[in-house]
């Protein structure tokens, strides 16, 4: 069973920074196997929205222009925990922030995405 438990969310200034961690368990452990994790945000009103995403044998990609430069998605050799930094942080980046995985390849759409944590809370203010 695959499980996802997001951390490091926080209450922070505009302008500040924050690293949230999802780290995975229940992955095949073939190294080879396939599986793209990534990071979605829900802010109260607004539908989920896909920010980046990482390729268990390379590659990253971000789909949302307003966070490319500022956020950073990453993971760790193990392939086990995916980081996503966020700098410059803004009040509207605000919302729950979301892990998600799915096996194969990486896909924008949330629908996509099969696992899913409990999500973990930004809150920027101005």
């Known amino acids: 069973q695959v499980q996802l438990v997001e951390s490091g969310g926080d209450s922070v200034q505009a302008g500040g920074s924050l690293r949230l961690s999802c780290a995975g368990s229940g992955f095949d452990s073939n190294r080879n196997s396939r599986k793209c994790v990534g990071w979605f945000r829900q802010a109260p009103g607004k539908e989920r929205e896909g920010l980046a995403f990482?390729?268990?044998?390379?590659?990253?990609?971000y789909d949302t222009d307003s966070v490319e430069g500022r956020f950073t998605i990453s993971q760790d050799n193990d392939q086990n925990t995916v980081y996503l930094q966020m700098n410059s942080l803004e009040p509207e980046d605000s919302a729950m922030y979301y892990c998600a995985a799915k096996t194969g390849g990486c896909t924008r759409w949330a629908r996509d995405f099969g696992f899913w944590g409990q999500g973990t809370q930004v809150t920027v203010s101005s």
């Open positions: 990482v390729y268990s044998i390379g590659g990253v990609a």
